[in-house]
């Protein structure tokens, strides 16, 4: 039988864990879901055990790439045979999942990309510059076209759970760009599949026009690092 785990990283998100863990129990009945709690100063944790999920509490904040490694550790130790990798604010529609899974048959890192044709997700300015940047070059490097490399919406199974139990990187952008190198450079093969983003079930949204250009520059060093790491 296999084995499938959710991996949801969770900070400060009490006011939408709920209804996630609810939809995602709806339309991947026995999966089970395991919550990172990256510092939350909500009742996050509390709300997260109380629908019935796993629940891992970090003493202090890392990151979303830190609580996507404690969520890789805990699937590798555990033995399971796929991991689906989703946000905690309602973004990513679970209905997705069996799609993805379905792709999982000729890959071993299947994206939830954005901008491949499904639904009306739009982003503008220096975010949309530089997502346009990140996945041309990303498609050449991995030699598939890939249209969202920054989705967080991700399957994968196998040694790739295993290799990055090891290697997931924490720093800012590494979860995203420098996780699709590190898979094409060890041999793993990787997909996308078309999904719909939805707005935010709670929380507030971080975006600004300062921090998108931000997110440009930061995009690109993160590119450039993520080819020389060796």
């Avoid at 990283?9 to 129990?25: G, H, Q, T, Y």
Wanted: contains cysteine; hydrophobic residues 40%; aromatic residues 6%.
């Amino acid at each position: 039988m296999t084995r499938a785990l959710a991996i949801m990283p969770a900070w400060n998100e009490a006011d939408s864990i709920a209804a996630v863990i609810k939809e995602l129990r709806r339309e991947a009945p026995g999966m089970d879901v395991l919550v990172v709690d990256d510092c939350s100063r909500d009742a996050t944790a509390e709300v997260a055990r109380a629908e019935g999920a796993k629940v891992l509490r970090l003493p202090y904040k890392l990151g979303v790439g830190g609580a996507r490694r404690l969520g890789y550790r805990y699937a590798a130790e555990h033995d399971y045979d796929i991991t689906v990798q989703m946000d905690a604010d309602g973004q990513h529609d679970p209905r997705y999942i069996p799609r993805m899974v379905d792709a999982l048959s000729g890959a071993d890192l299947v994206i939830g990309a954005r901008f491949a044709g499904e639904g009306g997700y739009r982003v503008r300015g220096p975010r949309q510059w530089a997502m346009r940047l990140l996945s041309g070059a990303l498609s050449v490097i991995t030699r598939t076209r890939l249209t969202d490399t920054t989705s967080g919406f991700r399957e994968c199974r196998g040694e790739l759970i295993a290799f990055y139990a090891r290697n997931f990187p924490v720093e800012y952008l590494g979860d995203t760009i420098d996780t699709l190198v590190q898979a094409k450079r060890s041999g793993f093969r990787i997909r996308q599949v078309p999904v719909s983003m939805r707005p935010r079930q709670g929380g507030r949204p971080s975006a600004s026009p300062a921090k998108s250009m931000i997110y440009l520059l930061r995009s690109v060093l993160a590119l450039l690092l993520a080819l020389v790491r060796r």
